[in-house]
């Protein structure tokens, strides 16, 4: 019993030292620079660069929730045809490319029929004449005023829409490509995994909205003909940016000077035309995918593209502890003997995806039991100094060990025998 239990304890704290390893490199800080440049302009945490790389190795084999999409949008936004990054995902080139992705699914429709809302008898909150320079003088005085006189009317046109819960619904339905099928049955079970979580989604993620509404140039802000003179302009364009502010004050209370907000008429009919009209759980879960990628894959861009410093403290460190470890992962048979158990178990996949609470956060290793062991990888840089895409494949098969053990108890079986033999013999 005694053996036993030490046996146990020998097993339970094997994995020990990795842990103290993962904790400590969560404040090892490796540092990038770009290629013929001596200036660090990057600096990842290696828990982050781990990350990064693991985050990969699992879209790209499909061991992750939702996989048909995720490799879909994650092959996208990695692709060399574009620069994506998270510091520029917003810009209008970037913006074009992202509807281009989305479009070519058949995700998006022309909106031709039915596609002008018109919302009378409103009244102006709050402008700002600088950062609106095209609204008339009189307009912003009257916003001024504590009861403004003026009545204005939204007139809003849209020139495309994604598609809403129905009509992806339908578009599945009639879609003959199997590969789209499985991404569109993904978006639309990805859009009801928000539903079932959040009490309201439109309002959880409103700061979300406004790449693909598709606001026409024909959109535009005007104040009613009775009020209308030489001095005083009837009509404004409505861009996004004005037009998201509108749409963001219905969710949040602050307000910027230069933001256009509206008092509602008595009808409340611009809060019903914000909260019915143009609310699309498919169109926010599109934004939402994109951000959840879009911060591992500029980590993984910068990894694979940039330079690591190794003439630093920190990158030795990193490989001293690594070294320091596999070597003790070699040697103690209990850590070897747990990996092979826990390679082939795996983790349920369909249960890896993003914190739901969270902007970016991915359950990567939450399945991970704190006394078993895990196969572990060393990062690998290339000739350019940049470190390897697929580094998570520099690993010792745990089926090696496995091999090795039955090998050793194969070799004392015998050893045993032919010593009893030898006994019996004599």
Known sequence: MTILSILLAFTFVANLPYKFLVTNEQITRIGF???????????????DIYEALDFQKYVQEGKIKFKYLSESLN????????????????????????????????????????????????????????????????????????????????DVVFDKKVLNLAELKENIEKENDTNLKNI?????????????????????????????????????????ENFCSS????????????????????????VKS?????????????????????????????????????????????LINKTVVTNDDQWNKYLSERKTFNIYSKINPFYSLWSIYTYHSGYSYDD???????????????????FLSYTQYNIQINENGSIVPNSYDNYIHPDIYLYTFLGLSVLFLLLSYSKFRKMNIY
């Open 33 to 47: 620079k770009s290629k013929n440049s001596d200036t660090i302009d990057q600096i990842y945490n290696v828990s």
């Open 352 to 370: 890896i995806w993003f914190t739901p609470y969270s902007d970016s956060k991915i359950l990567l290793y939450d399945q991970q039991n704190l």
């Open 75 to 154: 092959n996208f936004l990695n692709s060399p045809d574009n620069n994506i990054d998270k510091s520029n995902i917003g810009n209008d080139a970037n913006k074009k490319l992202r509807i281009n992705y989305w479009s070519s699914m058949g995700l998006t429709q022309d909106w031709l029929l039915n596609n002008e809302f018109k919302i009378p008898n409103l009244k102006i909150r709050s402008m700002d004449l600088k950062n609106n320079a095209n609204v008339p003088n009189a307009w912003v005085y009257d916003s001024n005023e504590l009861n403004p006189k003026y009545k204005y009317t939204l």
């Open 231 to 254: 001095d005083v302009p009837c009509s404004i364009g409505l861009n996004q940016k004005a037009f998201n502010s509108i749409y963001n004050s219905f969710f949040n209370d602050l």
């Open 184 to 224: 569109k049955q993904d978006l639309l079970d990805f859009t009801n995994y928000l539903i079932s979580r959040f009490v309201d989604v439109q309002s959880s993620f409103y700061n979300y909205f406004g790449d693909f509404s598709f606001l026409s140039s024909k959109s535009s802000v005007n104040l009613d």
């Open 258 to 302: 230069d933001d256009l907000v509206f008092i509602d008429n008595s009808n409340k009919d611009l809060e019903t035309f914000i909260k019915s009209t143009l609310n699309n759980p498919v169109e926010l879960a599109m934004r939402i995918l994109e951000n959840y990628f879009i911060s591992y894959i500029t980590t993984y861009k910068n």
